[in-house]
């Protein structure tokens, strides 16, 4: 077990969710995984991979920690709309292409008020989405174009 994977015993990311998308799911669990951003930081990933976890994502946390994330992965480019249903707190959302270079960066989504959850993101292809605490993008001075180093544990979504 990689050393990085040991630390995982602290509580993990919160984050809310992808809009659900129709797609047959798949028991793969989810997985875990660490994010290097260009400053040097490590951010310990909790990945969701199925609908349902993409769904669930970050809804009813009440803390997102400053070397925390939740990684949403999908198995193609799509443009990806993603809400803040059910958080409680802002989040910054940063699309990433195949290769993890940033395609998008939403700072401080707020959390959706009682009569309104519109969806958040850009009308561009994206392949997966990394969801930090809010302010944290801007903190780290994360721009498009910048790469994100990304290493997870755990089923694919293209593997059952």
């Known amino acids: ?13 919160l984050a809310c969710g992808a809009a659900p998308a129709p797609s047959p799911a798949r028991a793969a669990g989810p997985g875990f995984g660490q994010a290097t951003l260009p400053s040097g930081r490590v951010l310990v990933l909790e990945v969701q991979r199925t609908p349902e976890e993409r769904a669930r994502g970050y809804m009813g946390r009440a ?3 400053d070397d925390e994330g939740m990684l949403f992965v999908h198995p193609q480019a799509a443009v990806r709309k993603f809400w803040m249903k059910n ?3 802002s989040l910054d959302l940063i699309w990433m292409d195949a290769d993890h270079r940033i395609v998008h960066i939403e700072h401080e989504a707020p959390p959706c008020g009682p009569d309104e959850c519109p969806g958040i993101g850009p009308d561009r292809l994206a392949n997966d989405v990394l969801e930090i605490r809010g302010g944290l993008a801007r903190l780290e001075g994360l721009n498009i174009g910048d790469r994100i180093l990304i290493r997870t544990v ?7």
Do not use: K
Request: net charge negative.
């Open 63 to 65: 803390h997102v920690g």
């Open 87 to 89: 958080c409680l707190v």
């Open 154 to 160: 755990g089923p694919t979504p293209d593997q059952p």
């Open 1 to 13: 077990m990689p050393g990085w994977l040991a630390t995982l015993g602290v509580p993990l990311v």
